[in-house]
């Protein structure tokens, strides 16, 4: 016997990053477990790998989660999880009076990655020579989450070099795709102090779901505001 299937609602947004358009729908209960077995393990990897395999059900395969900015795969997943579990999350915040937690309501919807401030991919780094760069990806970010401090440190250098798409002088355009791994590392550690910091700037302060929550504590009643940051502050 043949049971009916059922339909589910499908919405469209916009990639933070590009502004391309896309298409999702809800994630359903056989994803929703899934998503909650790999949060329950708390190995960044699982949960990454979970949320990943999410939008590319939910987004019909259109959406690669591989070729995203990282700050992309957030965003789409707080809109499927808008829409699955419901707009409205409650969130720990802590007073910056007495450091206690106030629980407090966010709509979802109101969340969005301000790419107005992002830092501009074109960076100069002399009269004549200059890099391209791109955004990481989730893979980069998870890479180093349950890595020792000294560990991240070396790894963030992994990241610099990698999201390096091109190298241009005052001659042609390089793209680092068709150099080797050492020529790339060659070429930052030719970098003086000054110029490395125009990278690490970038990744630094790329683009971040946020939002900013204006709460009054339930303790001391101290009047607060705090932006959160992060995928993980909403869920």
């Not at 809109?79 to 709509?107: D, F, I, P, W």
């Not at 791109?134 to 070099?161: G, L, S, Y």
């Not at 001659?171 to 795709?177: F, G, N, R």
């Amino acid at each position: 016997m043949s049971l009916p299937k059922l339909e589910s609602p499908k919405y469209e947004a916009k990639l933070p990053s590009t502004g391309k358009k896309f298409m999702y729908r809800p994630y359903l209960v056989k994803e929703e477990k899934i998503l909650m077995l790999a949060m329950e393990s708390g190995e960044t990897k699982q949960i990454m790998q979970a949320v990943k395999d999410a939008i590319t059900s939910c987004t019909f395969g259109k959406v690669n989660p591989d070729d995203i900015a990282v700050f992309d795969l957030e965003y789409i997943f707080m809109k499927l999880r808008s829409k699955s579990v419901g707009e409205v999350s409650k969130v720990n915040v802590t007073c910056e009076k007495c450091e206690k937690k106030t629980t407090v309501e966010v709509n979802l919807e109101e969340i969005d990655v301000d790419m107005k401030e992002a830092p501009a991919t074109k960076i100069k780094l002399t009269d004549k020579i200059g890099v391209i760069m791109r955004w990481p990806k989730v893979d980069m970010i998870a890479e180093i989450a349950d890595k020792t401090p000294e560990q991240q440190k070396e790894a963030a250098f992994d990241i610099i070099t990698e999201c390096i798409e091109s190298i241009y002088d005052d001659k042609k355009v390089y793209p680092t795709s068709e150099s080797t791994k050492e020529e790339r590392l060659e070429f930052i550690e030719s970098l003086n102090q000054t110029q490395f910091k125009l990278l690490q700037n970038f990744i630094e302060n790329m683009p971040k779901l946020e939002h900013k929550i204006d709460f009054a504590c339930e303790h001391c009643k101290a009047e607060n505001s705090v932006t959160v940051k992060g995928l993980k502050n909403f869920f």
